[in-house]
């Protein structure tokens, strides 16, 4: 048995590679760098579901068909009762896609898409009281999302970072919430299904629920002079730093620099605060050499959602909302791996090693 399945290999898959001993992340062939260059949240989804449906799947036809798909959903958003919206985003979020019917066609991927598009704006806006936007189907997916949430068409620098920031996390091997969705699959149970079981395992702290706190530690930290000191009290009463280790890399996460590099523009455009950013990078290197001094035999390196904490601040994004905009980006990945576990796959059922109290011999 190998606790938490760590080195285990439980699919087989064409969809993504990570290599966490080089920091290389390969989405369909595509290098990650060169991924988040050229594509935006369409063109990811058509290369991650290609062949995947008896539809041919082309980023065009995505778009145009995630846009009429968001106008038709608006209409769950009726259903955010003040029990629903009491709840935190991503719940609220899920309780909403949980509307979705289930279904194993190219249409219900478009659904399960667009839904979370639609659905966590409008609760955000909600939970301050204000009325949801309606979808705009003529905007990309990153822009509308964006409008809905602001109430202002984005910029050029806004839509591109949050298209990045989609693209970057779009898919990333057998991750918990995937492999979540993987097993759901395996029942032949439906794409909505898989989707809701993925974004229960992804809210944890342990896997997407890390950026909010990645700001709450830039809060408590304060002042670059500040970082050394906050960070070891926190390490010495065994607290652990909010996007720092990883399970699969031993070097640098290269999603981290991915989304640094669509930051700048943000920045430097004076679309947010210079200062923020100068601490983030304060924090980054006392961080790792704490961690490198305290844990010498594991290496701990900035993960995804160190930079992702500063890129949804920066875009409008409330921090207990970060977990559900992950969830819009990898619901490509999840829906992919479902398919592709339901096409190749057998029903997912491994065993368990009894470790009880037997009953006594008469
Ligand atoms: N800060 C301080 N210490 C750490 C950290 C951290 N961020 N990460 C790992 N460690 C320490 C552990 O305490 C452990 O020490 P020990 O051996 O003395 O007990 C050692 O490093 C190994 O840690 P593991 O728990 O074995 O690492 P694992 O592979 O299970 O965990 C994880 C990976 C969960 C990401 C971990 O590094 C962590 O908790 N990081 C902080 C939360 C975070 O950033 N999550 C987002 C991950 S990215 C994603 O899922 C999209």
């Known amino acids: 048995m190998k606790s938490g399945l760590e080195d285990v290999i439980a699919a087989e898959t064409k969809l993504s590679d990570v290599d966490g001993a080089t920091g290389r992340l390969i989405i369909r062939g595509v290098s990650l760098d060169d991924l988040v260059a050229t594509s935006r949240f369409e ?57 979705v019917e289930d279904g194993e066609n190219f249409e219900d991927a478009i659904k399960l898409m667009a839904a979370p598009a639609v659905f966590l704006p409008a609760v955000l806006r909600m939970q301050k009281g204000d009325k949801p936007l309606k979808p705009d189907a003529s905007l990309s997916q990153s822009a509308d999302i964006l409008r809905m949430l602001t109430g202002r068409v984005p910029s050029a620098e806004q839509t591109a970072g949050l298209d990045a920031y989609l693209v970057t996390i779009s898919d990333h091997g ?86 640094k590099t669509v930051l700048k523009p943000i920045f430097a455009s004076g679309q947010a605060d210079q200062a923020r950013i100068a601490l983030a990078e304060a924090i980054e290197s006392a961080a790792l050499a704490l961690l490198h001094e305290r844990k010498p035999d594991r290496p701990l390196e900035t993960n995804v959602e160190y930079y992702t904490a500063l890129l949804l601040d920066a875009l409008g994004f409330p921090r207990n909302a970060f977990t559900g905009v992950f969830a819009i980006g990898r619901t490509i990945g999840w829906i992919a791996h479902a398919r592709e576990q339901t096409l190749d796959g057998r029903l997912i059922r491994p065993q368990s090693r009894y470790v009880g109290p037997v009953p006594k011999a008469a």
């Open 174 to 259: 057998l991750n918990a919430s995937t492999f979540a969705s993987r097993v759901i699959a395996s029942t032949h149970a439906g794409l909505t299904s898989s989707v809701l079981a993925a974004i229960s395992a992804l809210k944890g702290p342990l896997h997407g629920g890390a950026p909010g706190p990645v700001l709450d530690m830039l809060d408590g930290v304060g002042t670059p002079e500040n970082a050394r000191a906050w960070l070891s009290h926190a390490l010495d009463h065994g607290e652990r730093l909010m996007g720092f280790g990883h399970r699969i890399y031993r070097v640098r996460d290269p999603r981290a620099d991915a989304l």
């Open 43 to 99: 063109d990811v989804a058509a290369l991650l579901l290609d062949g995947l449906f008896d539809e041919h799947v082309d980023a065009d036809s995505i778009r145009v068909r995630l846009g009429a798909a968001r106008v038709a959903l608006f209409q769950h958003v009726e259903a955010a009762d003040a029990v629903l919206l009491a709840l935190p985003p991503v719940d609220a979020m899920r309780a909403l896609l949980a509307r």
